[in-house]
T-cell receptor, first 116, second 117 residues
Framework: DAGVIQSPRHEVTEMGQEVTLRCKPI?????LFWYRQTMMRGLELLIY????????DSGMPEDRFSAKMPNASFSTLKIQPSEPRDSAVYFC??????????????FGPGTRLTVL | AQKITQTQPGMFVQEKEAVTLDCTYD???????LFWYKQPSSGEMIFLIY??????QNATEGRYSLNFQKARKSANLVISASQLGDSAMYFC??????????????FGSGTRLSIRP
């Protein structure tokens, strides 16, 4: 089985440009999470979805960030306009459910974003 | 509010020794789950072990075990017989209300473990 797939793996862009990060969760998983990791702030939860519905977006830093999940197999995280302080590794993770061992989150390889 | 604290930013351990990585948590929810993840230099996040708040026994997975002390709100990771490949960042994480659809997971700041040959 393929794990969580993220694209692109690396993105270099200029300040002010729109950036779209993509994620394909593991088939059958009901939960999808977007995280951002930086040296200064560690691993932060940005938003998560349950059955394609956003449940908690309190971690989204500002209105420049938006996330969608149009179907069970695809999600996007968009930054418009991007700023240098958005440079980070963005992880997508999915999990099958909420009980017992199903609590495990499976992480994608991450997208390393650099905004110049 | 829930909180995860990892007080050891970095540790050095001799190969083949056991190592304990500390994690304390704070929550008012009686139901929660605790996780440990490993992040090697390649960047991926690897799930290691899970402990539910109602689990009667400490979780074990191969060389990994979780020393769960509920009254002290600690969930230390123990790695037995450390190997060079264990060098990585280790994150402790917690999910409140794991049986609710409206729960989220938060991560500690991590501990960088370095194994000396």
């Amino acid at each position: 089985d393929a794990g969580v797939i993220q694209s692109p793996r690396h993105e270099v862009t200029e300040m002010g440009q729109e950036v779209t990060l993509r994620c394909k969760p593991i088939s059958g998983h009901d939960y999808l999470f977007w995280y951002r990791q930086t040296m200064m702030r560690g691993l932060e939860l940005l938003i998560y979805f349950n059955n394609n519905v956003p449940i908690d977006d309190s971690g989204m830093p500002e209105d420049r960030f938006s996330a969608k999940m149009p179907n069970a197999s695809f999600s996007t995280l968009k930054i418009q306009p991007s700023e240098p302080r958005d440079s980070a590794v963005y992880f997508c993770a999915s999990s099958p459910g909420t009980s017992g061992s199903n609590n495990e989150q499976f992480f994608g390889p991450g997208t390393r974003l650099t905004v110049l | 509010a829930q909180k995860i604290t990892q007080t050891q930013p970095g540790m050095f351990v001799q190969e083949k020794e056991a190592v304990t990585l500390d994690c304390t948590y704070d929550t008012s929810d009686p139901s929660y789950g605790l996780f440990w993840y490993k992040q090697p230099s390649s960047g991926e996040m690897i799930f290691l072990i899970y402990q539910g708040s109602y689990d009667q026994q400490n979780a074990t997975e191969g060389r990994y075990s979780l020393n769960f002390q509920k009254a002290r709100k600690s969930a230390n990771l123990v790695i037995s017989a450390s190997q060079l490949g264990d060098s990585a960042m280790y994150f402790c994480a917690m999910r409140e209300s794991p049986y609710s659809s409206a729960s989220k997971i938060i991560f500690g700041s991590g501990t960088r473990l370095s194994i000396r040959p």
